[in-house]
Nanobody, 121 residues
Framework: QVHVVESGGGLVQPGGSLRLSCAASGNIFRIYAMAWYQQAPGKQRELVAGIITGGSANYADSVKGRFTITRDNAKNTVYLQMNSLKPEDTAVYYC???????????????WGQGTQVSVSS
């Protein structure tokens, strides 16, 4: 089994910053990609930012220039630095890991439990 645990959410004022962390552990053979998704109340879960093993990253248009995703391959950890936060960034943020378990033949999606980010004055 692969365990995915997020941390770092909280309440912040507009214009503030937060840093989310996500660590994957367990019987991992290889991680291909890690990503952050957001889900606001009444809305579908949407991709915020993703990063592959080689370091190439992609971002949703709404967060370009404000959010930065980085990854520590040695620690199977991904981070999301969120700056210039806006009220519309309020959502539960989920970490997604695309990984192959030891003795498995294909990759699977693994999800964390989510961490709440609230942006309000």
């Amino acid at each position: 089994q692969v365990h995915v645990v997020e941390s770092g959410g909280g309440l912040v004022q507009p214009g503030g910053s937060l840093r989310l962390s996500c660590a994957a552990s367990g019987n991992i053979f290889r991680i291909y990609a890690m990503a952050w998704y957001q889900q606001a109340p009444g809305k579908q879960r949407e991709l915020v930012a993703g990063i592959i093993t080689g370091g190439s990253a992609n971002y949703a248009d709404s967060v370009k220039g404000r959010f930065t995703i980085t990854r520590d391959n040695a620690k199977n950890t991904v981070y999301l630095q969120m700056n210039s936060l806006k009220p519309e960034d309020t959502a539960v943020y989920y970490c997604n890991v695309k990984a192959v378990m030891i003795a498995a033949t294909t990759w699977r999606d693994y999800w964390g439990q989510g961490t709440q980010v609230s942006v309000s004055s």
